[in-house]
């Protein structure tokens, strides 16, 4: 690593950081359609995430009082997951959804074969509700 | 009432308007990790119905500074008037840290997104580390 390298904090300058084969996603563990662990979610019911070369698009399925509510597809920025629990060269990913009315920013990352989504959710209709975070659990259906 | 998923449909009323209960960040948070390379503390203050936090990190000479940045704050749910995470973003210049928090049973799940902006080919990365508020209860 280049000591010449600007860093706020020691792990700025970790080698794996400018490995080129960090930046080989092996995102097969993260790839393709998931479930809500939990079947009465009044949340997202339904996540997929899918890989073009490099980048990554992600998309959910809201419950809604009469069906389904699709949240648009929209890119996901991958990032190099450096936990150490991770043991795994899957990328943690970010995204932020926009509806118009509210906006979700969201983490995304595989652990143990759980897909785990942190939504942090802004409110922007004046609608007096809280902004807020939540956290849903996803399993692979297949 | 526009909604996408239908936790999000609530009967607003009362607490319309209502600033939320900070009372859960204020203090010093110190990583569970003696080891971590990351950040070592955080120090989170109110001042005028805001939150602020200051980050200590760990560097190869000593702690680092990073100053003090403004947080948004997220309750738990959107009927909650307590606060119960935060999102923060520290500009460097040479990188931007975008800071994701959320408390949890007095814990403090801070998740991390580096994003390198100099051209050094250092790839992004996230990280998450875990910090505990000293309280001196026990």
């Known amino acids: 690593m280049d000591q010449n390298l600007q860093f706020k904090q020691s792990s700025h300058l970790h080698p794996a950081l400018s490995d080129p084969t960090t930046r080989r996603w092996s995102a097969d563990k993260l790839i393709g359609r998931w479930l809500n662990t939990n079947r009465e979610t009044q949340g997202l019911a339904e996540f997929v995430i899918e890989q073009d070369g490099d980048r990554f698009n992600v998309s959910a399925v809201g419950v809604g009082t009469d069906g389904p509510i699709d949240w648009p597809r929209t890119r996901a920025k991958p990032l190099a997951n450096l936990e150490e629990e991770a043991g795994q060269r899957a990328p943690a990913l970010a995204a932020t959804f926009d509806l118009g009315f509210m906006k979700a920013e969201i983490q995304i990352r595989v652990n143990k074969g759980v897909l785990v989504i942190v939504l942090f959710i802004t409110f922007l209709d004046d609608s007096g509700r809280s902004n807020y975070v939540n956290r849903e659990f996803f399993y692979r259906p297949d | ?138």
């Open chain 2, 1 to 138: 009432m526009q909604f996408a998923q239908i936790c999000d449909r609530v009967e607003v009323n009362d607490g319309t308007g209502r600033p939320l209960d900070l009372s859960a960040f204020p203090g010093k948070w110190i990583n569970s990790n003696p080891d971590t390379n990351g950040i070592a503390r955080l120090v989170i203050s109110e001042s005028g119905g805001k939150l602020l936090v200051q980050v200590l990190a760990i560097g190869p000479d000593g702690l680092i500074d990073w100053g003090t940045t403004d947080l948004n704050l997220f309750a738990a749910t959107p009927l909650s008037r307590i606060g119960a995470g935060f999102i923060g973003v520290y500009d460097f210049g040479f990188a931007e840290t975008r800071l994701q928090g959320s408390i949890v049973k007095g814990l403090l799940v801070l998740a991390q997104f580096h994003r390198f902006k100099d051209g050094s080919r250092r790839v992004d990365y996230f990280v998450r580390e875990y910090f505990a508020m000293t309280h001196g209860r026990y």
